[in-house]
């Protein structure tokens, strides 16, 4: 921006009566003026060697008045001037104002990242696939939020390796799963999956939560789960990475809502008394979640989120040490990430989708990280595989007759029977027999819709050749140590002869 731009008024000499409302008009009618989408008005103004972006009912805006008029007149403007000077200029820029775009902490502009580290310097991140800079001047406005905290200034000797080993990461795919998603948080044109953070109580969740956050978007208050989705729209709109700490319940109507935070849907609500305005919330953001279990989730927030299950602390630090040993570490990880994002940019346009999963952008930016990073993109694929094989066992969890199924093939290597006989076991031994399907038709299509993930997790159901009693099964449990025992399909009887091994993990020959 060219200061040569800016209109300041420069009085030749000083008016000896009180200032007038046309006065005001006056001084501050050639000043650039702006309008956002939800109409709020702003002008720029110049601040010693910077420039800065204000509402026009700023305070900042008032002062910048007051001084301008103290140097004409003997007095200041009065409280119901500079009232009426706004309700004047809040219709002047709608018809001579010009449409700005605001972002918050993170933005994307000429194929360019930017991050604002919110000092006094106005110091901003400029990251394209060279390098990494710093920079004061950018084409690109950022909101003003009383709760956003200071970046610190990036330094290019640090790693992001240490920074998540004091917060007690200490797996390599850990690692390579939050770097990535860390990266891929900084390409606000893309659809970003949220991270689901579970564990036990002292397992470190909420530290790890905000350790990550803090890296990016550091911020003064807590964020708790509102009930209400039109709060729940104006926390993400005002942060760029808002963390949701120990919810325990998720409901249908907010599952939806966050879904709807990755595809970026707009979300619009009502301003206070009026009808004919409204208020629009830019929600396409990368949630942070903490829990001690995941209850009940919806098949589609859970495509839409990677989930890093928390084992329980080596060593737990008081919150203090912790503070002081992140504050230490994060100028160099904040580098050492940026120089990662810019590597990722240079990456980028030699990486394909293999569609793997449902989050393309995430998979695509994150085999670029992986290379950016050094691990290389067979390491990164390996995250994305024992993620959905997490998901899968997660949701077959989720289904009481196949939680109530693991329950009962616990102590048991083999069972056989019916699926109306599997149904009626299952209800001896489900904690809410309520929740069990209804009738064996349902039963088989929980067994279907869970059968890679108790696969995965050692059972092998095999349908056998039809009775006159109905069409059988056979539940093999692989993790149970005992040897099975041999069964007489056709008599249906049991004989304590060893079983063959093979057929645990070939059960088609029970055929024959």
Known sequence: ???TSLFVYQPIYQQRRKPEDNDLIDIVKN????YDKNNEKYVLLKKKENFAIEKITSKEFASYIQKVVKQMFPSFATRNQISSLIQYLDLFIEENGKLIKFYNRLAMHDSKIYIELH????INVE??????????????????HSHLAELPIPTRNGNLSSYLLALGVHDELDKILLTSWLICCLFVDKSRPHLWIIGEHGTGKTSLANGLRDLVDPCDNPLFLNKKVTDLAQIIDHNAIPIFDNISVINKEISDFFCSTYTGTNFIKKKIYTDDEDFTFNIKKPLIITSICTGKVAQ?????????????LKVTKPDFILKEELDRLRPGALGALLTAVSGTMRIL???????QVRTADFEVIGLAAAEALGYGKDKFIQVLERNEKYKRALFAKMIPSIEALSGFMKNQQMWTGTLSELLAALLGVADDPKLLPKSANYLSRDLKQAD????????IIQQLPNTSNGRPYMIINTNYKVPVESINYETGEVSTEVYNQALIYQPEIVKK
């Open 349 to 355: 346009p030699t990486i394909s989708s293999t569609c």
């Open 119 to 122: 000092n006094k310097e106005k």
């Open 127 to 144: 990251i394209d696939e060279q390098d990494w800079r710093l920079v004061t001047k950018v084409e690109v406005y950022f909101t003003k």
């Open 300 to 312: 589609d927030l859970m495509s839409r989120t990677f989930f890093f299950p928390r084992a329980k």
């Open 452 to 459: 890679q993930a108790l696969s995965e997790n050692g059972y």
């Open 31 to 34: 000043l650039p003026y702006y």
């Open 1 to 3: 921006m060219d200061s």
